[in-house]
């Protein structure tokens, strides 16, 4: 596994460094993984790394970059745009010549077109945003203060806001809120993983069979 | 028609806390939740809440979340009871 960095353009023309884990080697089989978002990319990013060596293992190149303003970018999320991070994601497919695609979760939003794509578990943005939302509400409350939901959204789509840390600006919002994956892709549902999905759970975790089953449904399809 | 909820509950909490099969089968209606463990924090908590109604098909208001429904697994067992009586 090596970090690898990639040219991603910018809104305002340009391009800019960005990181990916990289099993790279320049074998025919090339796999770009769209890691989950938020929160939820930090409790998947122990099985997505997983996922990746039994790629590696079953001869399968794989990269995982950054989405702009997430994970080791430089880039401030206030800035982003949901449009952006597509543009980064089909330009990482090209810059690493991927042959096929994985989004997890709330990345099943950002999977570039035109490549054999699978999508793990996907979730639409409107509920990652309402559960945002609402532990935003939990942590107000207990701090002993009373936000309504219709209140914060309000001020979210007009100025912005800052929700479990991820601080999101109100062309983010408005642009990401009605966003949903394209229904395209072959879907890979968590009955088939087996066990609970790892972003249930309330603190960072992995599971090697759950790695072993999402690694042996995506060697499958894609060697076949 | 028999109350499963209680069934429902441990499993969601086994999978939100990690726990390993059966131990949640030791939880009483003391066995403490929020403000006792740790791990269980905001986005916990709102993940917890969400897993509950998308799978005992409820829907909870925002303004129904308090510290004591969430303090003791009674307590959040006793909620989620009245909330599916409800619905």
Known sequence: MTPASWPCPLPAGGFVDEHALSFDRNRKTRLLIVPALFDEGNKLRRLTVETMRRLDSAGIDCILPDLPGCNESLQQLDRQVPTAWRSAMDAAAKQFRATHVLGIRGGCMFTPDGLPTWHYAPVKAASILRQMLRARILASREAGREESREDLAKRAREQGIELAGYPLSPEFWREFEPTIATDTARLIEQAEIGGSGLWLRAEPGEDPDQADALAAILTWGATE | ?87
Do not use: C, N
């Open chain 2, 1 to 87: 028609m028999q109350d499963d909820t209680d069934l429902l509950l441990r499993r969601i909490l086994t999978d939100v806390l990690g726990l390993a099969q059966g131990q949640a089968d030791t939880f009483d209606a003391e066995t403490g939740l929020f403000g006792h463990l740790p791990e269980l924090d905001s986005m916990a908590v709102a993940g917890l809440l969400t897993e509950i109604e998308d799978r005992l098909d409820i829907v909870i208001e925002d303004d129904e979340i308090d510290g004591e429904m969430l303090e003791t697994f009674g307590g959040l067992l006793e909620f989620t009871k009245s909330k599916r009586a409800e619905a």
